[in-house]
Nanobody, 123 residues
Framework: QVQVVESGGGLVQPGGSLSLSCAASGSGIRVNAMGWYRQVPGAQRELVAR??????????DSVKGRFVISRIFRDGAKETVDLQLTSLKPEDTAIYYC??????????????WGQGTLVTVSS
């Protein structure tokens, strides 16, 4: 089992910045990749940014040059990843979810999602 917890959402004006944090924890887990996805009502969840433990990143075209995903850091028993959001636009308004991909203590594939954090871009 892995627990994924996001933090850092909130209300920000257009053109502003925000930072999101994600921490994944669980006994015996090993991370392969972590990422951020977002979803608005009536739409599918979409990739925002993703990074592997090897440092390979993927970004949605709509956020390239504006959002930056950190490397995955181990903080004690937690794997953490941050997302820096800059030059925010109203269309960035969504619930942002953190995704964990890795393996558990028995070397079985493991994927988990956080509960999401709301980012609202509005004046």
């Amino acid at each position: 089992q892995v627990q994924v917890v996001e933090s850092g959402g909130g209300l920000v004006q257009p053109g502003g910045s925000l930072s999101l944090s994600c921490a994944a924890s669980g006994s015996g887990i090993r991370v392969n990749a972590m990422g951020w996805y977002r979803q608005v009502p009536g739409a599918q969840r979409e990739l925002v940014a993703r990074i592997t433990t090897g440092g390979i990143t993927n970004y949605a075209d709509s956020v390239k040059g504006r959002f930056v995903i950190s490397r995955i850091f181990r903080d004690g028993a937690k794997e953490t990843v941050d997302l820096q959001l800059t030059s925010l636009k109203p269309e960035d308004t969504a619930i942002y979810y953190c995704n964990f991909q890795g393996i558990d203590g028995r070397s079985s594939r493991l994927e988990a999602w956080g509960q999401g954090t709301l980012v609202t871009v509005s004046s």
